[in-house]
């Protein structure tokens, strides 16, 4: 099972809006809608930010919203705060009982 | 409110064996699939496999099939995760994950991993 594919790092500006992409293929992301981002610290667990491609956690910003078109799921994050900065990892379900990770994104806040 | 407790680090030698333990709080175990991920310095999460703690039914990622054993003890609320013949690349912080599972009509909806243990790091070193 190959990993998703992230671009390595993104960044914004305070108050701007960023774009994740995480590309799958058609036996996970293009074939399933259980598609779900983690924010990640250094050092910490990493944190549930959406699920089922679009929906939100009790208690997570609406700043963050999930997306998917075919084999493409996206995290936009509006509003950027510095408190944004962190690594972020899409997962996607990918049958037969498996689940795959994508390689994650470096998000910046300048 | 619902947490995952792991076992402390652990320092093993190549070829040796480690048992990584999880420990639920309330009933998490009885609506949920716990999940083994992992993640080796530098690099990114990793998912190693599942359990679904009802039914003791496990699946592992193909990459580890044969090396890990996953099981579970539903009078401590505990998942256990063990891996043989370890090696160094083995070396990695594993998370165990909890993920709410509803079965409506005989198909399968995944609310995604939203409770995680703190950790466990695993270094393999000769």
């Known amino acids: 099972q190959s990993a998703l594919t992230q671009p390595a790092a993104v960044s914004g500006s305070p108050g701007q809006s960023i774009t994740i992409s995480c590309t799958g293929g058609s036996s996970d992301i293009g074939n399933y809608n259980f598609v779900s981002w983690h924010q990640h610290h250094p050092g910490k667990a990493p944190k549930l930010m959406i699920y089922e491609v679009n929906k939100r956690p009790s208690g997570i910003s609406n700043r963050f919203s999930g997306s998917k078109s075919g084999n493409l799921a996206s995290l936009t994050i509006s509003g950027l705060q510095t408190e944004d900065e962190a690594h972020y990892y899409c997962c996607s379900y990918a049958g037969r009982s498996t689940w795959v990770f994508g390689g994650g994104t470096k998000l910046t806040v300048l | 409110q619902v947490q995952l407790v792991q076992s402390g680090n652990e320092v093993t030698r190549p070829g040796a064996s480690v048992k990584v333990s999880c420990k639920a709080s309330g009933d998490t175990f009885y609506t949920s699939y716990i999940h083994w991920v992992r993640q080796a310095p530098g690099q990114g999460l990793e998912w190693v496999g599942w359990?679904?703690?009802?039914?003791?039914?496990?699946n592992p990622a193909q990459q580890f099939q044969g090396r890990i054993t996953m099981t579970r003890d539903m009078s401590v609320n505990t998942a256990y995760m063990e891996m043989t013949g370890l090696k160094s690349d083995d070396t990695a912080t594993y998370y165990c994950?909890?993920?709410?599972?509803?079965?409506?009509?005989?198909?399968?909806?995944?609310?995604?991993?939203?409770?995680w243990g703190q950790g466990t790091t695993v270094t393999v070193s000769s």
């Open positions: 359990i679904n703690p009802k039914t003791g039914g496990t």
């Open positions: 994950a909890r993920e709410l599972v509803m079965v409506i009509g005989g198909d399968y909806f995944y609310h995604g991993m939203d409770v």
